[in-house]
Structure formats: C-alpha cells, structure tokens
C-alpha cells in the first residue's frame, strides 16, 4: 500500500530511499546518534500522483524547450505558473498531511528531498527550494511549491547538465518543526594530506545565511589531529560560536563520521545543543586554504585563474559577458544566477563561504573560486586584470601594487547603555544586548562554568549569545564603569583603548604616563576638595563633597585603565598575533615589564585613596546625599582592597 506521510522517528526503521529520498533517508540513518527536529515525510508517492496532471498541463515539453534554448527565461518562468495553476493534491492526501502537522507544532520547515539530490555524485545544492517557519496552514502549498521548484529555470539547467531526465525525477518532502532564535550553520568533515579536517561555518538568526551565501558569518578550520582552530570572525573579536559548542558539533561530525565520510551536514545550535538538519557525502574536494586572515579570503575551489575581472550586476545577469579570460566579482550571488559561474575561468565571493551553495557548485564545476572577500565589489574595479588562486585565497592586481584596502586592525565599541554587568561566584561577566542577539564577555576564570552561564543567558533573553571573547572583556568593563562619566573622561578612556588597539609601542607608553598622571592630579584635587569640606563642614554645603567624589571616581577611572586594561596580559594574547616576530619579542618584554604583579584595579591607587574613598563615603551616608551608582561600585571595590 502506498503511504503518503512517514514518521521521522527511531522506531520508522530503516526507510527506502526511493519512497523518502536521500535527505529524508540520511536523517533517519542518524536519528538514534543525533537530536533530530520532530518531523514527517511526505513521500514520493505524493508527487507521482501529480505526475499524469504535469504530463498533461505541457511542463515537460516546456522544460526540454526552455533547456535547448527554445524558450526564454521569462516566457518559460510564466509557463511554469500557469502549469501549476491548476495542479492539487488529492483531499485524502491533503488529509494524511495535516493531521501528520497537528503533531508538530505552529512553526514548521519544508523541504525538498529528491532521490537524485544529496548523492554521492551530485549535491542538487540549492537548486530545489526549501521554505522556514511555515504555518500549518500553509503547508501544503509550500509541498506543491517545492515540487513547483523542479521546473524553476535553474533547476532545469543543473538536470540537464547532468543528464538526467526531468520526467525521472522523483521528490519528497520533509516537514519538521522549525527551531527558531538559535545558532546555524553547515559543518564539513573530510581528509587532505594524511590529516583530518573540519570546517564550520556560523551565523545567527538566519538559517540560510550560510548556505545562500547571503550574510556575513564565522568561518572556523580545524585540524582534528592537532586541534589548531584558524578563525575568521566576521565582527572582529566577536565569535558565533563558543569553544565547547564547536567542540559538540565536531563530536556531532566525529558520530556521523564514522558511518558516512567523507561528511556535509547542517545544523542549528540552541541551548540544548546541536539539532541534526541535514547529512550528505562531500561531493568534492575541498582545498584548506588558510589565506589571507586580514581580508578574510578564502580559497573554496581548487585551481589558479587570470583575467579581467567583471562585477556581478542582478539586473544585467542575463547579458554579463562570460569567458574562461574573465573573472566574476560578486557581493550577493543569488541561487537563481549561481549557474553562471560556470561560463567564467574563476568567481570571487563577497558574503558566501566554503560551505555555501555557490561554493559547492564551483566546485563541481571545477571553476577556481575566492570566497569571503569583504568588499570585494568595491576594491576590484571592472575590468581590471587579476589573478587568484583558489587553493591559496590569493587574489593579485596585475595592472596595479597591492590589494587596496584597509588593513588596520579595529575592534567594536560599543554604547554603554547596551551593557549590563553581573558576577557569578565572584566573576565579572559583561552582557552586551544587540537587536536579535546577546554578546556575552567574560573573565578567563569562568571558563569551566561557560557552558552553563551561556545556556542560563540564552533562556533569560531567548536570543542567541555570541562570544565575546575572554581577551576584551575588560575593556567593555571599563565602558561600563565610566558610563555615567562626563564627556571628557569618556573619550579620554575611549581614546586610550583604541591606543591599546593600535599596537604602536609609544604610544601606548605615552597614553600611560597621562593617564597615570591625571589620576594622581585627579586624587590630589579630591583630596583637597574634601578637607574643604570638612574645614567647612558646618556650612551644610555638599558642593565641595560632590566635586570630591567627583575627582576620586575620575582618578579611579585613570588608574583603572592604565593598570587594568592597558597593562594585563590580555592586551598581549588579543594582539600578538597581529605583530611579526620582532615586534612580539617587543610587546612581551613591554608587557613583563610593565605588569609584574598587577591583578586588581586599585593596584596602583594605594591606602591614602582607600581611606580617603571610605571618608568620603562614610560623610555622604551621615549627610543622606545620594550617591551615584558608579560610585557605590567604586565603594564595593574599595572594601576588597
């Protein structure tokens, strides 16, 4: 009997690949190694159903049309709609669909499962559409539009290039629950030069940002055996990811691994861990590229290519001039237009990644291809000569010096008020609250606890939490500290953490020495104010306790970031491997030298001032004057010394 809804579940056995096709077929094989999101397939069957109602509406004679360039993309586009007009499902089949929905839940995930996609000869990457959070109501036109997609002109092109009939083609579709707010994206496992190998790529809030190639994300390459992890961060220091969640998805690659290999999976990360989306063979060789780190630029498909480079226009794509002598520059290249990579000797990527669908593709065309060049679009100008080689991620300007872009490191700042500040068995965590995300920044100390403390943020906010790092967390420390400071301070301090940033010795050694000296001008102007005070103390005034309070928060301020900002070692393991050799043999000895035992902000601030902090306090409290919050903390932290 044919079965038109099959359950996603250990307990559905083994499935047949031509019922279910070979996505559906791949998550069941992993179902009782992997968190797999609650979900249904709407079989084969289904979409034989249809068959004799396609065969009669034209679409297959419009599609050998359209693929002999017989029939244009437009017309062929509109034929396509008018097709499908009239094609619907059976109601007993539309029945067995929706009730199979009722036990999801509201937010769905529709997507295609053909028996010639996810094979190990062919990916199908991108060409048959999928569709996120999809209402019950909706699905069952999101099935007929997944079907729809087998005829979309670019589907039509990959069938053929491959030899494959179009009336062969056999499709499912997988229904799941969605998972929304979390982490996503794609994880490759393969071997190259005797060593083992993962690549992830990350992003959040966007499950097909990776794969489409249309966002910036996280790019992380890691050597199994040596366990060396090569970052391209796309916000800087800011990581995706947490360590230990790139160490679960790689165990999650390592499960998969040993029954499949070598491995393509996608994957969202919550709190709870890696879900399981989809599980295919590498179709093709992947080159570990480590590139050029300062452009973030990665090889993606082997080979070397030179020529004039063309820059990709989405409303003049049917008239770009191809060529193996000329090179396509793209931003934002749509899956629609991914196919014309192959009428060109070599593609450069802007936003797209090693794992990305236009990636896949240059690769099985075996087209040379650069990928996560940022401003790519705007550094090559059209029709300029290039070279590049994607086995390198080299890109070289023949007609002109260099690759004309800035190179500066620059960390991101950002504004107080979108900070908040907690502890947590006595350690500082700073929490930075984003639109759709949460940045969390954390003291080294509370490595072993960080799974927890992130997984209690993510349910406090319902939003993913990125990383910010143990090696700024500091500074964002200290913006938030000198929040409630006037402007002056403000930039004085800003001022001295770009310093930081700049890596230029002197500098640094200068911004110092000020700082240094305005604390103490600053503690020595608080304690003249407060013996004026007290010398007028039955006056009833609070000007001059105010101004005191005042200058010793500023001093405080000072001597915070020279001694706990510029000075601690994480202003040497954030940089150092900026520098070249000579420099960090510098930096450290600088740092040795200028760190010795510092631990504590008031390292340098002594008794005098803690004494003369708790007067000053001690005053206010018996004078009931209000005290500013940043000053209570300085209070907090005077106790402690």
Known sequence: MEEYCLELNAATGVLDPKVVGNKAYNLVKFIK??????????????????????????????????????????????????????????????????????RIGEHLVVRSSATQEDSSIRSFAGIFDSFLDVRPADVIMAIKNVFKSVFSPRAIRYIMENGINIEEIEIACIVQKFIPNAKYGVGF????????????????????????????HDTYIINIKS???????????????FDFEIDDIIRLMKSIGNK????????????DGPFLLQARELTTTIPVSYGNQSFNCLGVSEGRCSGEAIIYDSEKSGNLRGGKDKILVAGDLPIEDSQIIKDFGGVILELAGITSHVAILAREYKVPCIAGLNNATRIIKQSERIRIDGNSGAVTFLDRKGLVADNTFKAAYPKPDKLSMSETDGNT??????????????????????????????????????????????????????????????????MGVKTVDSLDISKIDHTISRFLKLASIYYMKSELRYIEYKQNENDGSTKAIMEALRYSYYAFSYWGIASNV????????????????????????????????????????????????????????????????????LWELCKHK
């Open 33 to 102: 190694i992997a968190k797999i999101p609650k979900g249904f397939v709407v079989t084969t069957y289904v979409y034989d159903s249809l068959r004799k109602s396609l065969s009669d509406s034209g679409i297959f004679k419009y599609a050998r049309l359209y693929a002999n360039d017989k029939l244009s993309k437009v017309a062929y586009s509109a034929k396509i709609s008018e097709c499908f007009q009239n094609i619907e499902l059976e109601a007993q089949i539309q029945g067995e669909i929706l009730d199979s929905v009722k």
């Open 429 to 494: 965590l700073v929490v930075e609250r984003d639109s759709d995300v949460v940045v969390l920044h954390y003291n080294p100390s509370v490595h072993e606890e960080i799974r927890k403390i992130v997984k209690n943020i993510h349910q406090k906010f319902g939003m993913p939490v990125l990383n910010g790092n143990i090696d700024v967390w500091q500074r964002y420390w200290i913006l938030l500290e000198t929040s409630d400071c006037d402007k002056k301070i403000k930039k004085d301090i800003r």
């Open 189 to 216: 496992f393969f071997e190259k030069e005797a060593d083992k190998y993962c690549v992830i790529e990350a992003v959040a809030n966007n499950p097909s940002g990776i794969t489409a190639g249309s966002e910036k």
């Open 566 to 633: 510029m000075l601690r070692d994480s202003t040497e393991n954030a940089f150092l491997e900026k520098l070249n050799e000579r420099k960090k043999s510098k930096l450290r000895r600088y740092v040795y030298k200028i760190n010795l035992d510092q631990h504590h902000p008031l390292h340098k601030i002594g008794d005098n001032t803690v004494h003369l902090i708790e007067d000053i306090y001690v005053t206010m409290k018996k004078n009931s004057i209000r005290m500013p919050e940043s000053f209570c903390k």
């Open 260 to 271: 499949m290999f070598p491995l393509d999976i996608e994957w969202a990360y919550t709190c």
């Open 227 to 241: 366990r060396d992890i090569l970052r391209y961060n796309a916000e800087g220091l800011k990581s995706v990811l």
